[in-house]
């Protein structure tokens, strides 16, 4: 998969938000691994009464996989300080427009055949995104779809199924870890990355598909780090 870097699609902030040089050339991103659907998923699917989920976290919270579905109807939010941990298994469904919003700390930790899943209450009412101001998003071995809930001027960058925004500092926290994971069926751009929120190196594959704009939208700040991965089969491809 070639990302072109000069693209608008795939780089917003050079084409308006923060004037920034970036290079012509196309970023060659390896081929990626089988697809995490590939995998055979360990997780049995939730038979219990699930549990509703509302407000602003008072404290770090675990949601698991016998207390799944973890069901958010509105918003919820994770403030600075707090973090919010998925379990290997543990399934979060989102109401039409509900939204995950975190200033603290996010991490999905799901394993190779027991993964998190993010995912819509009801097919074909998408839920809005998670968006991230300032915090850290890590997952792993997770699968996120059905969100982007188109917002306000509907261009790539007016809404995400997952948004991230940094301090606007290029040199401090990376905030975004991911390792095996697929961003499935966004009804807008599948992830944003803006105010020099990045990467952090090293990680696993990122697949983005079905989005109905662009798969990734890149600060500048963060071109220099995208995750190996499948970037295509999205309305806006470079």
Same mark, same amino acid.
Request: with cysteine; charged share 15%.
């Given at each position: @998969?070639?990302?072109?870097?000069?693209?608008?699609?795939?780089?917003?902030?050079?084409?308006?938000?923060?004037?920034?040089?970036? #290079?012509?050339?196309? %970023? @060659?991103?390896?081929?990626?691994? #089988?697809?995490?659907? +590939? &995998?055979?998923?360990?997780? +049995? #699917?939730?038979?219990? $009464?699930?549990?509703?989920?509302?407000?602003?976290?008072?404290?770090?919270?675990?949601?698991?996989?016998?207390?799944?579905?973890? *069901?958010?109807?509105?918003?919820?939010? &994770?403030?600075?300080?707090?973090?919010?941990?998925?379990?290997?298994? +543990?399934?979060?469904?989102?109401?039409?427009?509900? =939204?995950?919003?975190?200033?603290?700390?996010?991490?999905?930790?799901?394993? $190779?055949?027991?993964? @998190?899943?993010?995912?819509?209450?009801?097919?074909?009412?998408?839920? *809005?995104?998670?968006?991230?101001?300032?915090?850290? /998003?890590?997952?792993?071995?997770?699968?996120?779809?059905?969100?982007?809930? $188109?917002?306000?001027?509907?261009?790539?960058?007016? %809404?995400?199924?997952?948004?991230?925004?940094?301090?606007?500092?290029? /040199?401090?926290? =990376? /905030?975004?870890? @991911?390792?095996?994971?697929?961003?499935?069926?966004?009804?807008?751009?599948?992830?944003?990355?803006?105010?020099? +929120? *990045?990467?952090?190196?090293?990680?696993?594959?990122?697949?983005?598909?079905?989005?109905? /704009?662009?798969?990734?939208?890149?600060?500048?700040?963060?071109?220099?780090?995208?995750?190996?991965?499948?970037?295509?089969?999205?309305?806006?491809?470079?």
């Amino acid at each position: @998969v070639v990302l072109r870097l000069s693209s608008c699609v795939l780089v917003a902030a050079a084409c308006g938000d923060d004037p920034v040089g970036v #290079p012509d050339a196309p %970023r @060659v991103i390896d081929a990626a691994p #089988p697809p995490i659907d +590939a &995998v055979v998923d360990a997780c +049995a #699917p939730p038979t219990g $009464p699930g549990t509703d989920h509302a407000n602003a976290l008072a404290a770090d919270e675990l949601w698991t996989e016998a207390d799944s579905p973890h *069901r958010i109807t509105t918003q919820v939010g &994770v403030p600075a300080g707090v973090t919010l941990r998925f379990a290997p298994c +543990a399934v979060v469904e989102l109401g039409p427009d509900a =939204a995950l919003t975190v200033s603290g700390s996010l991490l999905a930790e799901g394993e $190779p055949t027991r993964r @998190v899943q993010i995912r819509a209450a009801s097919s074909g009412q998408p839920w *809005r995104w998670i968006d991230v101001s300032g915090g850290a /998003l890590s997952l792993t071995h997770t699968r996120i779809e059905g969100g982007g809930a $188109p917002g306000a001027g509907g261009g790539v960058t007016a %809404r995400a199924m997952v948004r991230v925004r940094g301090d606007g500092n290029p /040199l401090g926290q =990376a /905030l975004v870890s @991911v390792d095996e994971v697929d961003l499935v069926g966004s009804a807008s751009t599948g992830m944003i990355l803006a105010s020099a +929120a *990045r990467f952090s190196p090293g990680g696993g594959a990122l697949r983005i598909t079905g989005s109905a /704009l662009a798969p990734l939208v890149l600060d500048p700040s963060a071109v220099g780090v995208v995750p190996t991965g499948t970037y295509a089969g999205n309305g806006l491809d470079a």
